[in-house]
């Protein structure tokens, strides 16, 4: 059975917990957070070029409209003369930038594709002007005696009864209207087009000054490539913008504007990466010195984290080393903060444990002298089986028993039961005092009563001060006499056990 559990990742060292709780999180935030703020910058970038784009192509826009506009403005200015001036106007029209050839059209029909005033118009002077019709103007074509490529800017005019009486055809060279255009650097690297509201295209960068070349870029805008199809559907309902194509960084760019005095629209298409140039290589930049910013940070974060694990690795090396019962020495205190504070009591409290060490291993020295001290096995005589046993709570203690028979004596022996006060070394080292005291005095002469009197008048020298004392039980056994005799000084009466009887006495 598959238990979720099997899948959480469970960090066994505090590397691991830094590196996965601290670290990583750390990066993932900062990474999102670049990333946002990359997005937003790329936005705001991406805008700015736009703009920066739209306004380029508006300022070569204008240029041609300004053209436009020169022979507009003054057929504009004579239109509320009260005589009309045909051939005044004509030279003034002839003289200005770019006007190649002037017709005036009165009794004569205008020619084909010359504008929308296709019937005679009677030319007569000094006629009022009632107004002005608004201007037309035509489909660049070539001209075969001007050996160029021109437009025209037809103007009809109509007198008081709104009966047209007079038309003036302003004949444009073309290459000179859009000389600003086509000298720019961009149409020149670029692949640009000037196009018509309904996708016929006037000139674009390929075309060149041949009657031939024109009939044969007589063709759509956006008759094969997908983006100059969705630039053909902006150009219609836009004045300008620009169009992005498929792929990130885009393919292909494309951006246009319209014409204010002409329905043209300039387009120019660029490649993407060429385009987005600086924005990439600012995205480039960015994530570049992001990644190795977010490096920087997460190695100081990592060197300034492994500090404190290498310190508390020390401690936690120390500590194992102390638990296995080793030497260890007092570890350098390298920070004032909890780390350092821990390695501070640390080593207090390992000096501490290594002097309980020492102690614990004295005790253990204590209690096999102890034990030494006590009688291994019974004694053995004539009808006489003598045993004792002592199980101290502690490692040592002050409970004694003694058994022995004294030098110099036949069929006699002694059994010692004692109690010192307290527990621990201290009644450890009085209990074998008073066992040395009784042994010794027990070879000299003497009665019971002499002999414990004699040891506890030595005794009393020793615990004056610490007021320590004794309880003890001293039992002589003769054999000769079949006789005991027995001191009790402040401790429990021995008891005697007759199996015949099955009763108890207490030798007190």
Wanted: with cysteine.
């Amino acid at each position: 059975m598959i238990r979720i559990s099997d899948f959480i990742i469970r960090p066994s060292s505090l590397q691991q917990k830094t590196v996965l709780f601290i670290l990583l999180p750390i990066f993932l935030i900062l990474t999102s957070t670049g990333y946002l703020g990359m997005r937003l910058v790329r936005k705001v970038l991406l805008e700015q070029w736009q703009e920066t784009a739209i306004a380029k192509l508006q300022q070569k826009a204008h240029q041609v409209d300004m053209r436009l506009l020169r022979p507009k403005e003054l057929l504009q200015l004579h239109q509320n003369e009260p005589n009309l001036d045909t051939s005044r106007i004509v030279d003034q029209l002839r003289m200005l930038d770019g006007v190649v050839q002037v017709n005036s059209y009165g009794s004569q029909p205008l020619p084909a594709n010359q504008g929308n005033l296709e019937r005679d118009v009677p030319l007569r002077r000094g006629v009022p002007l009632r107004q002005r019709q608004k201007l037309e103007i035509t489909t660049p074509k070539y001209d075969k005696e001007l050996k160029s490529e021109t437009v025209s800017l037809v103007s009809a005019f109509t007198d008081s009864a709104g009966k047209e009486y007079n038309a003036i055809e302003v004949v444009i060279s073309f290459d000179n209207l859009i000389d600003q255009i086509v000298r720019s650097s961009w149409w020149k690297s670029n692949k640009a087009f000037l196009v018509e509201r309904d996708g016929t295209i006037l000139a674009n960068t390929t075309s060149s000054g041949t009657a031939k070349s024109i009939e044969a870029r007589r063709q759509k805008f956006g008759a094969t490539d997908p983006l100059e199809k969705l630039t053909l559907t902006a150009l219609q309902t836009n004045d300008s913008g620009t169009v992005f194509g498929p792929g990130k960084p885009p393919e292909n760019i494309s951006g246009f504007c319209r014409l204010a005095e002409a329905p043209w629209t300039i387009v120019l298409i660029a490649p993407g990466d060429m385009v987005l140039q600086p924005i990439i290589n600012f995205r480039n930049s960015y994530f570049l010195f992001l990644g190795i910013g977010i490096v920087l940070a997460l190695l100081y974060l990592r060197t300034v984290i492994s500090r404190t694990t290498t310190a508390i690795r020390t401690v936690s090396r120390a500590a194992s080393e102390l638990a296995d019962g080793m030497s260890v020495l007092p570890l350098v205190v390298r920070s004032r903060d909890e780390v350092g504070e821990l390695t501070q009591n640390f080593n207090i409290m390992a000096e501490q444990l290594q002097e309980r060490l020492q102690l614990r291993e004295a005790v253990h020295v204590a209690k096999e002298i102890q034990q030494n001290l006590l009688p291994s096995a019974g004694i053995s005589l004539e009808g006489i089986d003598s045993a004792g046993i002592c199980v101290y709570c502690d490692e040592t203690g002050g409970d004694y028993f003694d058994l022995f028979v004294p030098p110099g004596t036949e069929g006699k022996m002694s059994i010692v039961v004692g109690d010192v006060a307290g527990h621990g070394i201290g009644a450890a080292l009085l209990m074998a005092t008073v066992r040395g005291l009784v042994r010794s005095r027990v070879c000299q002469p003497g009665t019971s009563a002499q002999m414990i009197s004699d040891v506890n008048r030595l005794l009393c020298l020793d615990t004056t001060r610490s007021g320590n004392f004794v309880t003890l039980f001293f039992l002589t056994l003769d054999l000769e006499t079949r006789s005991i005799n027995w001191v009790r000084c402040g401790h429990e009466p021995a008891l005697v056990y007759t199996p015949g009887v099955d009763e108890f006495t207490e030798l007190r």
